[in-house]
């Protein structure tokens, strides 16, 4: 069964400093790796997407890394500010059945305080 | 302006009432998609459309149904079947398929009375 695990579940910090949030997947075959961000209330946003050959990717203060061999991926959110505070949606792709099929993670809820 | 539209953005069901949710976009994709989404829980897919006239059930589909009459617009129907129909609904869509990036609405959240 096709499964993405993130971690923590929740996370406070304060404004300015750096945080990371980690993603576990067990999803095959393996199409691609999204972060996404949802504010509270609201629809997410796509933050980053890597495909398998990729390590790093950044957006902004967002830099997203993967690990295809360890099925681990990673979101760091560098000098966090008030509006960063989010969930943050970890999204595994994959091909199969004819078709591709998206597996959600639970979210890191993230408060950043001043 | 571009975008992917929901309405209403609260909506109140009585017992063995069938509400309707809407979902437009101006994006000209083809595919459209409704997931559901619980407190702890990952979005859960429960209908999707690659293009008009045609969708498929998700993972969650019993006690809801979908058309698909027209490119812009994917429409939800919550019918008195589903039990348990207190949730955010989130509309996407996509250029392609389910490989593409999704662009979210900004969600209807559905509670009963």
């Known amino acids: 069964k096709n499964q993405v695990e993130q971690s923590p579940q929740s996370l406070i910090i304060l404004e300015g400093k750096n945080c990371t949030l980690q993603?576990?997947?067990?999803?095959?075959?393996?199409?691609?790796l999204r972060w996404y961000k949802q504010d509270t209330g609201r629809g997410p946003v796509s933050l980053t997407i890597?495909?398998?050959s990729e390590n790093t990717k950044s957006n902004g203060r967002y830099t997203a890394t993967l690990d295809a061999d360890t099925k681990q991926s990673s979101l760091h959110i560098t000098a966090s500010q008030l509006s960063d505070s989010a969930s943050y949606i970890c999204?595994?792709?994959?091909w199969g059945g004819g078709g591709n099929k998206l597996t959600f993670g639970t979210g890191t809820q993230l408060k950043v305080e001043l | 302006d571009g975008g992917i539209t929901q309405s209403p953005k609260y909506l109140f069901r009585k017992e063995g009432q069938n509400v309707t949710l809407s979902c437009e976009q101006n994006?000209?994709?083809?595919?459209m998609y409704w997931y559901r989404q619980d407190p702890g829980q990952g979005l859960r897919l429960i209908y999707y459309?690659?293009?008009?006239?045609?969708?498929q059930k998700g993972d969650i589909a019993e006690g809801y149904s979908v058309s698909r009459e027209k490119k812009e617009s994917f429409p939800l129907t919550v019918t008195s079947a589903q039990k348990n129909p207190t949730a955010f609904y989130l509309c996407?869509?996509?250029?392609?398929?389910?490989?593409?990036?999704?662009?979210f609405g900004p969600g209807t959240r559905l509670l009963v009375l």
């Open positions: 996407a869509s996509s250029i392609g398929t389910a490989s593409e990036t999704q662009y």
């Open positions: 994006l000209n994709h083809d595919a």
């Open positions: 459309s690659q293009i008009v006239n045609d969708f």
């Open positions: 993603c576990n997947y067990t999803v095959s075959p393996f199409s691609n």
């Open positions: 890597m495909t398998f």
């Open positions: 999204v595994v792709s994959s």
